[in-house]
């Protein structure tokens, strides 16, 4: 018996109901569930960016940078859970080489290599290039090596050239916000599009992606903006966060309004497949969707961030409420992809039964996915080191 | 030439068998000569099931898992049989032990059972598959013929298109890793022979052939009886029509 059988029948003794036997292995794990949540906090951060630079928004001036970095170190770990799901991991490159165009998932890495090089790169370098003139002149050794190729020869730090750099990069950020929301909005899109399954198919998944990307993303950079200050031993800039926590507040506003609508929605269609639904966040979902998603990963956020306008509070205070509510945020949309995911495969296409998902804590899924959640750290922490977001303050 | 006992019964044995196959008239033989010169623009596969016919013996899902090499675990089926058991009290019980392969237990309660019947399920070989529709490399794709086969050299098994059909036919091949599913035993009916499922059917349930041809059984079949097709709101236009389904199947 192969091992996939093995498992299998462990989970045997889980299933409610009638289930098709075929439908008894739950085909998108883990990994899948992290995939939407990087590509979520890509767009998010990039976007909290670009409120910076095209809108002008000065306040969050001290995270622009920072919000690149981010969008950067996670988007270069977005397809490895692509990757590590795969039966024939080698054969991935099809998808560029051989897509079938019809396939909303043979866009991926179109979208992807877009994403990445003609926009976060380019920006990222735009950005950065004045500082990297400069430093490729005044490091020692390798370092000077690797910043003379980082400056891929352009050289000319004059007030025009600058200038002119600061046009482009306001240009790359124009075409990159269509670009974030493509990025996810095209996420959304793979799961709703998928008629066979009642709890993906609807025309609200890939807004709904979006609007709860940029909810985590921002959360994501407001948490390590303010982790980051800490170690530095620096003061949070507290305009800028308080800004942040506004944006947060309204998308986090609509995101919910969303997917509260979409639930009613749901209840009040009733169709075929309510009763399962019905039975589903009743019961397997009730922790992830409920309480997870719903109560502590959203009311209780949304509610810390209220008090902040309502009640005048010390920046201390505010602080950890920030802190607190970013984290919060951060699982509530977890589980979101989680019950999204994993939802959408617990119940059987036959719509009379339930199965299950054991994550195989051992197993060695669980360490991708360990792996792959703190490895967008890790090299956000060597760009931070490489390319400092902190030197224009 | 020294034989053994063994081989000597084996030669005479064969011998037996190739002297009658030579004296049958060659149209009753494998294959008939119209289909050595196999034209697929000539034929569109349709699969016909008439439900109050299956017994639930399982014959066709063994015969399938054998012709197929589909993995013998409960989990991996190209073709398999479901019970429908609708109680006194509108209760629905459904069940498939192991794909109905070994057959069925014996119910319990019978005394409040309204009516129970087998309903055999395979790949229904959509007009408009959704699993050819979203997989990313084309390793999926429909044949002139009307078949969804999966090239399993291709596939680099992302699960997509499992996700995308809403028939549950598909599986990921637990060696193999790419995804499986019902073939119509292409293998066969390109020879003019009938699906393993078909051929092993004690009861006639399972019936095949070519849509394009008037006279054909499935023709014949979709004519005279009142034909139903699953899920039929999603659009898929299945090609295994069912007679005599319940509204309860799903
Ligand atoms: S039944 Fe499923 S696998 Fe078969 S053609 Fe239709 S969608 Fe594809
Ligand atoms: S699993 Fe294989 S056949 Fe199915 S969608 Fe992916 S590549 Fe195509």
């Known amino acids: ?393 | 030439m020294k034989l053994s006992r063994r081989e000597f019964l084996e030669l005479s044995g064969k011998s037996v068998l190739a002297m009658l196959a030579l004296s049958l008239p060659k149209k009753l033989l494998a294959m008939p000569e119209e289909m050595a010169k196999f034209d697929w623009e000539d034929y569109y596969w349709g699969y016909g099931i008439d439900i109050e016919k299956c017994i639930g013996c399982g014959k066709c899902v063994k015969a399938c898992k054998v012709e197929n090499n589909v993995p013998d675990e409960p989990f991996f089926f190209r073709t398999w049989i479901e019970r429908y058991v609708e109680r006194k009290d509108d209760k629905i019980e459904v069940d498939s032990p192991n794909g109905g392969k070994d057959g069925f237990p014996e119910l319990k309660n019978k005394k409040d059972i309204k009516k129970s019947f087998f309903v055999p399920k395979i790949c229904n070989h959509c007009e408009h598959p959704p699993c050819v529709q979203v997989c990313p490399v084309g390793a999926t794709y429909k044949t002139k013929d009307g078949v969804v086969l999966v090239d399993p050299d291709y596939c680099i098994g992302c699960r997509y298109c499992i996700q995308a059909c809403p028939y549950g036919a598909r599986f990921l091949h637990p060696e193999k890793r790419v995804a499986e599913k019902c073939t119509l035993c292409y293998h066969r009916i390109t020879k003019g022979l009938r699906p393993m499922c078909v051929e092993a059917c004690p009861t006639g349930t399972r019936i095949f052939g070519n849509l394009k041809d008037n006279n054909s059984i499935i023709n014949k079949f979709l004519k005279t009886k009142k034909i139903n097709v699953l899920k039929q709101h999603l659009g898929t236009k299945p090609k295994a029509y069912y007679a005599g389904m319940d509204k309860e199947v799903r």
């Open chain 1, 1 to 393: 018996m192969s091992e996939i059988s093995l498992m299998l029948s462990k989970i045997m003794p889980f299933i409610q109901g009638f289930i098709y036997p075929n439908d008894i292995e739950l085909h998108w794990g883990i990994l899948i569930v992290l995939y939407p949540y990087i590509t979520g906090l890509v767009a998010g951060a990039f976007i909290l960016a670009s409120l910076a630079r095209v809108f002008n928004v000065s306040e969050v001036k001290a995270t622009y940078r920072l919000s690149l970095l981010t969008a950067f170190a996670f988007l270069s770990t977005a397809t490895l859970p692509l990757l590590g799901h795969l039966g024939h991991p080698e054969r991935a490159l099809e998808i560029l080489f051989t897509p079938k165009l019809e396939s909303a998932m043979a866009m991926f890495g179109f979208v992807y290599a877009w994403y990445l090089m003609a926009v976060l790169c380019l920006e990222i370098w735009f950005d950065y290039r004045k500082d990297i003139v400069l430093r490729s002149a005044n490091e020692k050794g390798l370092k000077k090596i690797f910043y003379t190729v980082l400056t891929l020869g352009s050289k000319n730090i004059s007030s025009e050239a600058l200038a002119l750099d600061e046009k482009i990069g306001r240009v790359i950020t124009i075409i990159g916000i269509p670009s974030a929301f493509m990025l996810h909005g095209y996420v959304g899109f793979i799961f709703g599009s998928v008629k066979a399954n009642p709890w993906w198919n609807t025309t609200l998944m890939p807004i709904i992606f979006l609007m709860s990307a940029m909810v985590s993303g921002i959360a994501m950079v407001m948490l390590v903006y303010m982790v980051t200050q800490w170690l530095r031993k620096k003061a949070v800039d507290m305009p800028c966060v308080d800004t942040i926590r506004l944006y947060l507040f309204n998308i986090f506003l609509v995101d919910f309004a969303l997917e509260m609508l979409d639930l009613i929605h749901r209840i009040y269609a009733a169709e075929e497949s309510f009763d399962v639904l019905s039975i589903l966040m009743k019961g397997n979902l009730f922790w992830t969707q409920f309480v997870g998603q719903i109560l502590v990963g959203t009311i209780v956020p949304l509610a810390l961030l209220a008090l902040t306008f309502l009640f005048k509070t010390s920046p201390s205070i505010r602080k950890s409420f920030y802190f607190v509510s970013a984290i919060l945020t951060l699982a509530g949309i977890f589980f979101m992809r989680w019950n999204v995911v994993i939802g959408g495969q617990l119940f059987s296409k036959s719509f009379l039964g339930f199965t299950t998902y054991k994550l195989n804590l051992i197993g060695i899924e669980a360490y991708a996915a360990i792996a792959i959640a703190i490895l967008p750290f890790v090299i956000l922490s060597a760009l931070i080191y490489i390319l400092p977001p902190w030197e224009k303050e």
